[in-house]
């Protein structure tokens, strides 16, 4: 990203990455709180959650020039997401934990673009790209603890 001329892109992604989440909270509890449920509830909360995660990683790796590392964000999100559902699906329950789920990942991002405003660079290294680093490190560590946590529950059986 271009010097001191993109503090209101960053901003409004920092808003819009916020109002994902809240849109994602509020539909839950209408479906679950409100009993409107629907019989295919659990793809409309997990597949767009999955493409949203995969748009806003490798579009923070995009604007810092580092697209494998945006992808590889995006893969590890989704990968952990995929063990979180794998392991429902063999009886367990759904493992949330991080350090870097969903929320933790969603915070870095929007803290950093709303850091990048002030402090495009640290040490000579964009802010986002930092964050995205970050970001790959937590999810990485996410998805070891969740995937050894189901592995754990399969052999418990």
């Known amino acids: 990203m271009s010097d001191g001329e993109d503090w209101g892109w960053l901003i409004l992604a920092a808003l819009c990455v916020q109002l994902r989440l809240l849109c994602n909270l509020l539909d839950g509890m209408v479906a679950v ?5 629907a019989p295919d ?3 409309w ?6 493409v949203a995660d995969v748009l806003i990683l490798v579009g923070v790796g995009l604007a810092v020039d580092e697209p494998a590392l945006g992808w590889a964000a995006g893969a590890l999100a989704i990968a952990t997401a995929y063990v979180r559902e794998a392991a429902i ?3 367990g329950e759904a493992d949330f934990r991080g350090p870097m789920a969903k929320p933790q990942r969603m915070a ?4 950093a673009a709303l850091v990048a ?13 930092i964050a995205l680093w970050l970001v790959v490190a937590g999810t990485a560590v996410t ?6 946590r189901y592995r754990m529950t399969l052999l418990d059986k």
């Open 108 to 111: 870095a991002v929007t803290v």
């Open 41 to 43: 509830g659990a793809f």
């Open 143 to 148: 998805f070891v603890r969740r995937a050894a």
């Open 117 to 129: 405003v002030v402090l495009p660079e640290i040490w000579e290294v964009p802010t986002l790209e």
């Open 45 to 50: 909360n997990e597949v767009p959650d999955r």
């Open 33 to 37: 709180e409100g009993g409107k449920a």
């Open 89 to 91: 699906a063999q009886g």
